[in-house]
């Protein structure tokens, strides 16, 4: 662009702000720029925010929205169980996400990367995982499958690194992100050793009116661009007391959830009974995504 | 950042003016022309009383503070089935709180009604006129589709009633209607221990609440059980693939 361009758009832009007042003076534009930290917003502010942003959201997406802010539930936090001896890699569980959370299909954004390992003495060998297999039918006979998501540190390294505060792990223990705090830095991206944070590169595109219209602020409201985004466990869902989506949608019933301080709970039951382990563990992130063995695996 | 930035603006004004910060409100301004003989007095019982209560809060942190480390400590130690060292100790002693144990039979669990396929129950509908016939072989005429791949040797009368044939039947002869999980649980009992706990086989629903429960013969077809291979889902694209303009 030269200059003669520039200066003529600005001047046109200019005149237009002037000419339409009612655009200049749309207040809650005011409001979204000074919006508070959600942590520190009380109960009518918060609804009157939801609805600010309901209303930008249905003339933006031509769509009825509902954007909740459940509150964490007391004595709760959730935990994550997938039992790797059962998954079969059909990825049922990355397009259910997709559709439950509202993500971009094109760009494609999964918060699930499903990893194939051989089966052999390597193990989990990351180099040698691969995201792209794409047999006719699965499982394939000398292979086993590894579903990674966000795994909820205790001890998330991405809180740490958000120079704004936008993401942070709420009492119930998931790890979650303000979007409209978001400054699209993706410190987060580098610090995260899991891959679980994902990046916005354009608005997120669907088929029109295709978006789930049932949302949490925190969780899985359409994101704008340039902003980080993850799994939060379905906060709309788990804090209603439902299961998360991608839970309902595996096949094969591979993965367990739960109240990881209920001794009862599915997920502690797992962890008790079972061969539990933690990726990545040695990095003191203290996921609480856990990975067991139901079964002996056999081809 | 706002808790923060609150803090910065409040040191911004301490430096501005001194009388308004808390550092400095212990003690007035000692220009003051009313200071008085009995106001002393009162400063230096005040200095009293905050020298004990400084006293009584170390105390109570010495005592109280350090107890929940050697509280969970034990609690790590007796909880029963939890390894110490295991990571769901590790996290029972990271919250230092645990919730109230739900019970898991407590959850009322819906029963997803098992797939038959179409047209074939009642079973009496054509076995009521025929003659039971208990010697294997080959079913050629009906039935044909089915094929009995889940036990060497076994045969249809394992499960089914020869006398009510609209009724499967556990190995000591008892006839059960609705709990097709006890006929598998006989021979599968590890499974059936992790199915009733909700760890084997599927549900959905809620967490804390009300659950459905699949079946056994949602997932394993009980004349041919192991799980039938699906095709999987589209990959995620190449970045190499992906659309850049």
Known sequence: ?????????????LSGAILRPDKLLDLSILEGFFQKHFTEMNETELKAMTLRLEHNYAEKYHQKFKIGHEKPIPGVVFG??????????????????????????????????????????K?????????????????????????????????????????????????????????????????????????ARHFNWAEPNRRPQQFNPDTHYLGNRPRYKGVVEKCTFCVQRTRKGRYPACVEACPVGARKFGNLLDPNSEISYAIKTKRVFRLKDNLNTEPKFFYFFGYEMKD | MGARRG?????????LDPSQSIFFRTSPPLSSKEHSQPEMKRHKSNKAILTLLCLVGFFVISTVGCRPVSVSHEETSHSEGAV????????????????????????KKILIPPPFPPRVFPCSKCHKYMP?????????????????????????????????????????GQLIGDEFYA??????GTVYRDFKRGLHGKRTGMWNGEKRQYRCVHCHSPHDPHFKPLSPLPPPVRPQELNRE
Not at chain 1, 1 to 13: I, Y
Not at chain 1, 104 to 113: G, L, M, Q
């Open chain 1, 123 to 195: 193990g989990i060998e990351f180099d040698e995982g691969d995201r792209y297999y794409h047999p006719d039918q699965v499982p394939e006979p000398g292979y086993f499958y590894m579903p990674v998501q966000c795994q909820q540190c205790e001890n998330p390294p991405c809180v740490k690194a958000c120079p704004t505060q936008a993401t942070w792990k709420e009492p119930d223990g998931i790890v979650v992100v303000d979007y409209d705090w978001c400054i699209g830095c993706r410190y987060c991206m580098a610090a995260c050793p899991y891959e």
């Open chain 1, 80 to 121: 994550y169980g997938l039992d790797l001896s059962r998954c079969i890699g059909c990825r049922r569980c990355v397009y259910a996400c997709v559709q439950e959370n509202n993500q971009s299909v094109d760009p494609e954004i999964h918060w699930i990367t499903v990893l194939r390992f051989k089966r052999d003495e």
């Open chain 2, 132 to 172: 039971v016939n208990l010697k294997p072989r080959k079913l050629v005429k009906n039935h044909a589709e089915i094929v009995l791949r889940h036990r060497p040797g076994g045969w249809c009368f394992d499960c089914h009633s020869p006398t009510d044939r609209d009724k499967i039947r556990l190995a000591n």
């Open chain 2, 7 to 15: 803090s910065r603006a409040r040191l911004s004004k301490e430096l």
């Open chain 1, 1 to 13: 662009m030269d200059r003669r361009t520039f200066l003529t758009g600005a001047a046109l832009g």
């Open chain 2, 183 to 188: 006929l598998c649980g006989q021979c599968h």
């Open chain 2, 84 to 107: 110490s060292g295991s990571p769901l100790a590790r996290f029972q002693a990271l919250f230092l709180k645990s919730a109230e144990p739900s019970d898991p039979d407590a959850f």
